[in-house]
C-alpha cells in the first residue's frame, strides 16, 4: 500500500521591519509584520511604554478614576441649584413650602439665566399645586394679578420667581408671605453641589474661584464619571481665562476713549 505524504503546515514567520513603508507583494504567505524592534540583549521586543517621551509634545493627565457608587446622584444644574436654593431658605421655611396652604412667596434669583432652573427645582421639590409667576429679562409675568388672586383665594399657592421683582405682577409682590433670595453660590455651596453629583466632596474651593463664574459656567465644570478635583481645576481654569478676557476687554476700551 502506498503511503501518502503529509505537507507539513505551514508555519508563520515573524519578522521585523523598521518604521517605513513595506512593500507587502514580495511577502511570502503567513508572514507577520510586527513594528517594534528585538532587543538581542534583553532577548525580547522593546516595549512601547519603554519609548521616551519627546519635548515639545503635551500628554493629557489620566482622568480621575471614577468614584465609587453611593446611591442617586443628581445632575449637574440640580445640584448647583438645589444647594444653591438650601444655602438661602432656611430648614423652616422649606418646611413650610413642602405643607403649607395658600401661601404666597417671592423668589429672587441671582440673574434671569437663573429663573427657570430654580423654576424646575422649586416644581421638583414642593411640588405641583404651586401656581408660577416666572419671569426674566425679556419675559414679564405671564400670570396676571388677578390670577394671583384668584390662586390665593381658592387655597393654592403662588410663588413668583424673577431677578427683578419689578417685574412680578403687583398684588404677588403685595401678598408676599415670605421671599427668599438667592445669591451667587460660594465656595462652600459649590463644595456641596460637587458632593452630590460626584459622590464625594473636594477638599476645599476657594470663594475667589466661583466668584465671577455664572451658572453656566460652574456647570459646565462639571463632568459624568469625573472626580471632585478635577471639577475644581476646571472651574478655577474657567475662573482664569474669562478673568484675562475681561481685563483685555478692559484694556481695549480704556484705549479706545
Known amino acids: 500500500m502506498k503511503k501518502t505524504k503529509r505537507r507539513p503546515s505551514p508555519g508563520i514567520t515573524v519578522r521585523t521591519v523598521p518604521k517605513r513603508l513595506v512593500d507587502h507583494h514580495v511577502m511570502p504567505p503567513g508572514t507577520v509584520l510586527i513594528d517594534r524592534v528585538f532587543d538581542r540583549k534583553l532577548g525580547r521586543f522593546e516595549d512601547p511604554d519603554d519609548e521616551p517621551q519627546i519635548e515639545g509634545n503635551f500628554y493629557l493627565d489620566p482622568e480621575e478614576e471614577p468614584p465609587p457608587s453611593r446611591g442617586v446622584r443628581e445632575e449637574a444644574m440640580t445640584a448647583v441649584v438645589g444647594a444653591t436654593f438650601e444655602a438661602a431658605a432656611s430648614t423652616d421655611q422649606r418646611r413650610k413650602l413642602r405643607h403649607g396652604q395658600a401661601l404666597c412667596v417671592i423668589v429672587l434669583v441671582p440673574t434671569p439665566a437663573w429663573v427657570l432652573p430654580v423654576s424646575i427645582h422649586f ?13 426674566d429679562a ?35 409682590v403685595g401678598a408676599g408671605d415670605a421671599t427668599v433670595r438667592l445669591t451667587a453660590p460660594n465656595g462652600a455651596v459649590v463644595k456641596t453641589a460637587i458632593a452630590r453629583f460626584a459622590g464625594r466632596a473636594p477638599v476645599e474651593v476657594a470663594d475667589s474661584i466661583v466668584a465671577e463664574l455664572n451658572l453656566d459656567d460652574i456647570v459646565a465644570a462639571f463632568r459624568p464619571g469625573t472626580g471632585p478635583q478635577r471639577i475644581v481645576q476646571r472651574l478655577a481654569a474657567a475662573a482664569a481665562v474669562l478673568r484675562v478676557h475681561r481685563d483685555l476687554k478692559k484694556e481695549r476700551q480704556s484705549c479706545s476713549s
Not at 416644581?123 to 419671569?135: E, H, I, K, L, P
Open 123 to 135: 416644581r421638583s421639590a414642593f411640588g405641583d399645586r404651586w401656581v408660577q409667576q416666572t419671569c
Open 138 to 172: 425679556s419675559h414679564v409675568a405671564s400670570t396676571g394679578s388677578s390670577a394671583v388672586s384668584g390662586a390665593l383665594s381658592s387655597g393654592q399657592s403662588v410663588v413668583g420667581i424673577s431677578a427683578d421683582v419689578s417685574l412680578l405682577a403687583a398684588t404677588l
